[in-house]
């Protein structure tokens, strides 16, 4: 085989329907790059690996200067990151730029998970970037991850993160509980990404009158995907078990006050600055979790 000319095919025909097949893009793009990283992994193998800058040289002049050297070799990344991890076909959600974020990992788990969010959230590359850049994978707890490989059922609670990452955009030194859900609200989506997906927000402080004596929520959210209210209760210090019963009594009056009859019950979260997981591992309510939180 002459994998020169093969490359020199591939890459023409690519630029082909590029122009002819404007809907199928990205995924004569994929074929292409994928082709052309084969053979450049067996003209390798064959010649050494100095045919690449070769091919290069060759491929500046003859077709375009875009076809460099760092060009060719992230082909043949792209090649052997496909054939690492056994995909049978191209996933169709996943651009060439989607790949080129994602051939920074190698662990095949992590590539699967960011794999399936870009398919269920529809993400740009760019948010890709920046959820791989936050370490979101690394953030959702062993549990979860072992769900994930055995493709079982997810709950809400599987996806929020630990730590929840918080914006100190005004450098605060002293963080009250005020102050931290000041900085909450300042930037609720990013917050709400941080718990997972499809939150949306109702309310900070949020009053409920519990017998003649008004109480407040730090902040009452609701999941669309999951049909549940969600209260979230902010702690600037270590977890304690009246923690457990505060927001109990929350997630109870939720429930008798504005769950819907055909709502899930309500799901409850503490952000507290230190977990403390005996207070969790005894806690009767499996509703509840504790998440620690860290100003960025």
């Given at each position: 085989?002459?994998?020169?000319?093969?490359?020199?095919?591939?890459?023409?025909?690519?630029?082909?329907?590029?122009?002819?097949?404007?809907?199928?893009?990205?995924?004569?793009?994929?074929?292409?790059?994928?082709?052309?990283?084969?053979?450049?992994?067996?003209?390798?193998?064959?010649?050494?690996?100095?045919?690449?800058?070769?091919?290069?040289?060759k491929?500046?002049?003859?077709?375009n200067?875009?076809?460099?050297?760092?060009?060719l070799?992230?082909?043949?990344?792209?090649?052997?990151?496909?054939?690492n991890?056994?995909?049978?076909?191209?996933?169709?959600?996943?651009?060439?730029?989607?790949?080129?974020?994602?051939?920074?990992?190698?662990?095949?788990?992590?590539?699967?998970?960011?794999?399936?969010?870009?398919?269920?959230?529809?993400?740009?590359?760019?948010?890709?970037?920046?959820?791989?850049?936050?370490?979101?994978?690394?953030?959702i707890?062993?549990?979860?991850?072992?769900?994930?490989?055995?493709?079982?059922?997810?709950?809400?609670?599987?996806?929020v993160k630990?730590?929840?990452?918080?914006?100190?955009?005004?450098?605060?030194?002293?963080?009250?509980?005020?102050?931290?859900?000041?900085?909450?609200?300042?930037?609720?989506?990013?917050?709400?990404?941080?718990?997972?997906?499809?939150?949306?927000?109702?309310?900070?402080?949020?009053?409920?009158?519990?017998?003649?004596?008004?109480?407040?929520?730090?902040?009452?959210?609701?999941?669309?995907?999951?049909?549940?209210?969600?209260?979230?209760?902010l702690?600037?210090?270590?977890?304690?078990?009246?923690?457990?019963?505060q927001?109990?009594?929350?997630?109870?009056?939720?429930?008798?006050?504005?769950?819907?009859?055909?709502?899930?019950k309500?799901?409850?979260?503490?952000?507290?600055?230190?977990?403390?997981?005996?207070?969790?591992?005894?806690?009767?309510?499996?509703?509840?979790?504790?998440?620690?939180?860290?100003?960025?």
């Amino acid at each position: 085989m002459n994998y020169y000319i093969e490359i020199k095919n591939e890459l023409i025909n690519n630029e082909i329907n590029r122009k002819v097949k404007k809907y199928s893009i990205n995924r004569s793009d994929l074929n292409t790059y994928y082709n052309v990283g084969k053979m450049l992994s067996e003209a390798g193998k064959r010649y050494g690996e100095n045919i690449i800058g070769d091919y290069s040289q060759k491929l500046k002049i003859e077709l375009n200067k875009k076809y460099n050297e760092r060009t060719l070799r992230r082909y043949r990344q792209f090649y052997n990151f496909v054939t690492n991890l056994k995909w049978s076909a191209m996933p169709t959600e996943l651009s060439w730029s989607h790949i080129t974020e994602l051939m920074v990992l190698s662990d095949k788990d992590e590539i699967n998970y960011y794999i399936s969010l870009v398919d269920d959230r529809n993400i740009s590359y760019r948010k890709l970037s920046e959820l791989i850049k936050d370490n979101d994978y690394g953030r959702i707890d062993e549990k979860t991850k072992n769900k994930l490989k055995r493709k079982e059922k997810l709950t809400i609670k599987d996806f929020v993160k630990s730590p929840i990452t918080i914006k100190n955009n005004n450098n605060f030194e002293i963080i009250s509980e005020k102050v931290l859900q000041k900085l909450i609200v300042e930037d609720i989506e990013s917050f709400m990404n941080e718990l997972g997906n499809s939150f949306s927000f109702i309310g900070s402080e949020y009053k409920i009158r519990i017998d003649n004596t008004f109480n407040y929520i730090d902040l009452l959210l609701f999941n669309i995907e999951y049909n549940c209210y969600v209260v979230v209760e902010l702690k600037v210090t270590e977890l304690k078990k009246e923690h457990i019963g505060q927001i109990q009594v929350y997630m109870n009056y939720v429930d008798d006050n504005l769950r819907k009859i055909n709502q899930a019950k309500t799901i409850g979260i503490i952000i507290c600055k230190q977990d403390n997981k005996y207070v969790i591992k005894y806690c009767s309510d499996d509703r509840i979790i504790a998440r620690e939180y860290e100003l960025v």
